[in-house]
């Protein structure tokens, strides 16, 4: 699609960017959502990709964030897994990019991406935090389809739009808006100790999952120094899976007391995307009840990526 366009100019230096999104037009809202009338609009911005040149008075120097994603095909699995919704909010650190993905007053789901994983990782601070469309990343690395293709990220200050370049797709630019960025509270921020810690195959918690229908809306885990329960419960039935510590599912496991805590289902479904990419994983209860779920992603150097999820207990 963008290969018509004939888009030229790399970002430089001593060049701005090009290219500003057009609005689509409001007066006709009519093909809206429908991607046989327009196959190239982020719905949740109304933002359209075009080759309407504008010259920008930000150069790449100037920018507060740069990133050269060497490893996008992990970065847009990630992005993929994500649950829909209508935005991620960005937390740049020093060593890490960690991502919020999904949360609420009962869970948090994070992503937290090491900056080896890029070819460039460029930061003005440690407080540097954005809020944007998850929609309109995806909809950008929906459109790297080329082995040899790479993109950029930039952010210039506080309010300015996100900038996203990809090149050897058709080469094109995105200004992704950003919202207010000082929310970026976690359910995690409350932890306290474990009294329960375990190592395992992902693949444990995708079957335990896979278990479950529309009509569970409740997930208990009763854990004794013996053995694993995990006990799903509808008002016609109630199914327990017994999983011993031998199983070869499990590495490890620190065990302190015997307990039985009950968390609402529906946060650890919108993991079972995260699931499937991971090597390793961490599953702990904390003592004031919390659950973590780490999902830890490794390559040859070892651990690079994780997914971290955080539910409150059910009362």
């Known amino acids: 699609m963008f290969d018509a366009f004939n888009i030229t100019g790399l970002i430089t230096p001593k060049e701005p960017e090009l290219f500003k999104p057009r609005r689509k037009d409001c007066n ?103 809020s944007v469309s998850s929609r309109g990343i995806i909809h950008a690395m929906n459109n790297i389809k080329q082995v040899d293709a790479f993109m950029r990220l930039y952010y210039f200050h506080e309010g300015s739009d996100v900038v996203i370049d990809v090149y050897g797709s058709g080469m094109f630019t995105t200004h992704i808006p950003t919202f207010s960025n000082r929310d970026f509270m976690l359910v995690g921020n409350i932890q306290s100790d474990k009294i329960f810690d375990m190592t395992c195959k992902p693949k444990l918690l995708s079957l335990i999952l896979s278990e479950t229908d529309s009509k569970v809306k409740a997930i208990a885990f009763q854990l004794s120094s013996e053995c694993f329960e995990v006990i799903f419960s509808t008002h016609e039935l109630t199914k327990l899976y017994n999983i011993p510590y031998e199983s070869s599912f499990i590495k490890k496991v620190t065990f302190l007391e015997t307990i039985k805590f009950q968390y609402p289902l529906e946060p650890l479904l919108k993991i079972r995307k995260a699931l499937s990419l991971g090597d390793s994983l961490n599953f702990s209860i904390l003592e004031n009840g919390l659950l973590n779920i780490l999902i830890i992603i490794e390559n040859n150097d070892g651990p690079m990526s994780c997914f971290e999820l955080f539910v409150v207990p059910l009362v």
């Open 28 to 130: 006709s809202l009519s093909s809206y959502g429908d991607p046989s009338l327009n196959t190239n609009i982020v719905p949740e911005t109304q933002f359209t990709f075009a080759n309407f040149k504008y010259k920008s008075r930000y150069n790449r120097d100037d920018a507060l964030v740069y990133l050269n994603l060497s490893s996008y095909l992990f970065f847009k699995q990630a992005f993929n897994a994500f649950p829909v919704s209508s935005c991620v909010k960005l937390r740049f650190f020093e060593k890490e990019l960690k991502i919020i993905i999904d949360q609420s007053p009962i869970h948090s789901f994070t992503v937290t991406m090491k900056k080896e994983l890029f070819e460039t990782y460029k930061i003005a601070s440690d407080d540097i935090m954005l």
